[in-house]
């Protein structure tokens, strides 16, 4: 299995070396592991602190959001023939450690696997205006293509091979979340979530979406649907 960890990253470079150091070494036997940072036009030094730790940085010369850094991380896996692609937040909510459950499932046969912030573990740890404002992009998410998932928002995944090949979407911000949900379903491709944990750390919070931006989302995804898109 040839494993790609995709880390989109704009202005973190206080926290992504250590990130990168704590991802496990040979993640369920991985015949091949590249951590692969997806450098947003940072105004600070992440890319350099991340080449330093030992990943592979690509560089965008313009600011793309969210999205579109992770679509350069997903293409990047699909051009190089990965079997497997993780992205994970670079600024250290997530545990590395966690990577193996959600690679277990695409070893299991899913295809697109969500870690879950929502199931079971810490919910009460989550903000009330983020567990609000996540619900109702559930719902939203589920309105537009018919997938209920419990974090719809969630940057914590796992994609199979097949489902690299649909990951060739133009959302660029937050809004990337629901509608690569609705383009791995459109394509009858196997979606599932599993529990995580949620480090939160006053520079994780302060990281964090405005709660607003939900609204921005809405309405991307709304546009989206009118142009005819998935």
Request: charged residues 20%; aromatic residues 10%.
């Amino acid at each position: 299995m040839k494993l790609a960890i995709i880390m989109p990253a704009y202005n973190e470079a206080k926290v992504i070396g250590q990130v990168i150091r704590d991802i496990p070494k040979n993640i369920l036997g991985a015949s091949s592991q590249e951590v692969i940072v997806v450098d947003d036009n940072s105004s600070d030094n992440t890319g350099d602190v991340a080449a330093k730790a030992g990943a592979t940085v690509l560089h965008h010369r313009l600011n793309l959001g969210a999205g579109g850094a992770t679509i350069t991380g997903l293409e990047y896996a699909y051009r190089h023939n990965f079997d497997v692609a993780v992205t994970l937040d670079s600024d250290g909510q997530h545990d590395p450690e966690e990577i193996k459950d959600l690679v277990a499932k695409i070893k299991g046969g899913y295809d697109l696997v969500i870690g879950s912030r929502l199931l079971i573990r810490q919910i009460t740890d989550m903000p009330v205006y983020k567990l609000f404002g996540n619900n109702l992009l559930n719902f939203i998410t589920f309105l537009f293509y018919r997938v209920w998932v419990t974090d719809s928002q969630s940057g914590f995944r796992a994609y199979s091979k097949r489902a690299l090949k649909h990951c060739n979407i133009t959302d660029m911000g937050y809004e990337f979340c629901s509608a690569i949900i609705g383009r791995i379903r459109s394509k009858n491709l196997r979606i599932c979530e599993v529990p995580i944990k949620t480090i939160y750390t006053e520079y994780s919070k302060a990281k964090g979406q405005h709660y607003l931006n939900g609204f921005n989302i809405i309405i991307k995804l709304a546009w989206a649907k009118i142009r005819g898109g998935v």
